[in-house]
């Protein structure tokens, strides 16, 4: 029996050292909800990339991010559209800037002014007199096809220009 208490209740060194490790794995702190909740779910969840819901909240926020994108990418072509119509109004007011640019050089001189008025305004320099002759045959218009269209004068050309600015 002295022998049996040397070696112990269950017989021998080998099984002094398993008990030992029982009786400290028993005294250790054991583990944690958290732990064991987590070990748990990993073991069930391996097979899985992500939750359904998950994929859901991803899908969402794609699209209000394409949404958001697309909007702006529209302000822009709209914009890009209204500038190249005012540029064409800018070209055209400058062609009509030009028009009246050198209209105003051409009634700086005085004879053309003087050719003007008796031209279009049927005047007269004091001691002249006027003659305007009814019924005679119409001049050859400048257009064959259509007689009625007259090309308007320097002061018409210039009175339009004028009103088309306002």
């Known amino acids: 029996m002295a022998a049996d208490k040397k070696r112990g209740a269950g017989g021998g060194v080998a099984a002094d050292k398993t008990r030992r ?29 992500m939750s359904p819901w998950l994929a859901v909240v991803l899908v969402v926020i794609v699209a209000l991010g394409v949404y958001g994108s697309v909007k702006p990418f529209n302000d822009l072509q709209d914009v890009r559209r209204e ?3 005012m540029e064409a109004q800018v070209a055209l007011l400058e062609q009509e800037n030009a028009a009246v640019i050198s209209q105003i050089g051409l009634l700086e001189r005085d004879s053309y002014v003087e050719a003007l008025a008796r031209s279009e305004l049927n005047l007269a320099r004091p001691g002249e007199d006027v003659y305007i002759v009814t019924g005679a045959p119409e001049t050859a218009s400048p257009s064959a096809e259509d007689p009625s269209a007259e090309e308007p004068g320097p002061l018409e050309k210039l009175l339009d220009s004028l009103r088309s600015l306002y």
């Open 21 to 49: 490790r029982r009786q400290t794995a028993r005294t250790a702190a054991p583990p944690s909800p958290v732990t064991r909740a987590s070990a748990k779910r990993g073991s069930h969840r391996r097979g899985r990339i």
């Open 83 to 85: 500038h190249a119509e």
